[in-house]
């Protein structure tokens, strides 16, 4: 099992830039895949980014892609979500997940139901 702790998030100008960070306690993380996901008022949870176990392979969804980048240090047992050019749509409660599937596939790194672990979230807000 693995507990994870987000943090970064607050209040940005559109344009701005934030970094959020996911720090991993317990099993080894580097077993598990991670992505970031988010959840406006009102919307359903939606996936936003993810990074295979040894950073292989990272994936997007598209309204992010030249914005936002996805890294991770297994040492550090941490992930970041780096993000650019931030927009008001931007503006959710972020979460960071972790997988344990075998099969790593764009499917299945960005649905929200492969994910075991979620942590509780961090605000990120964007003025116009």
């Known amino acids: 099992q693995v507990q994870l702790v987000e943090s970064g998030g607050g209040l940005v100008q559109a344009g701005g830039s934030l970094r959020l960070s996911c720090v991993a306690s317990?099993?080894?993380?580097?077993?598990?895949?991670a992505g970031w996901f988010r959840q406006a008022p009102g919307k359903e949870r939606e996936f936003v980014a993810a990074?295979?176990?040894?950073?292989?392979?990272?994936y997007y969804t598209d309204s992010v892609k030249g914005r936002f980048t996805i890294s991770r240090d297994n040492a550090k047992n941490t992930v970041w979500l780096q993000m650019n050019s931030l927009k008001p749509e931007d503006t959710a409660v972020y979460y960071c997940g972790a997988q344990t599937a075998t099969y790593l596939t764009r499917a299945t790194m960005t649905s929200l139901n492969e994910y075991d672990y979620w942590g509780q979230g961090t605000q990120v807000t964007v003025s116009s």
């Open positions: 990074i295979t176990r040894a950073s292989s392979t990272t």
């Open positions: 317990g099993r080894t993380f580097a077993t598990y895949a």
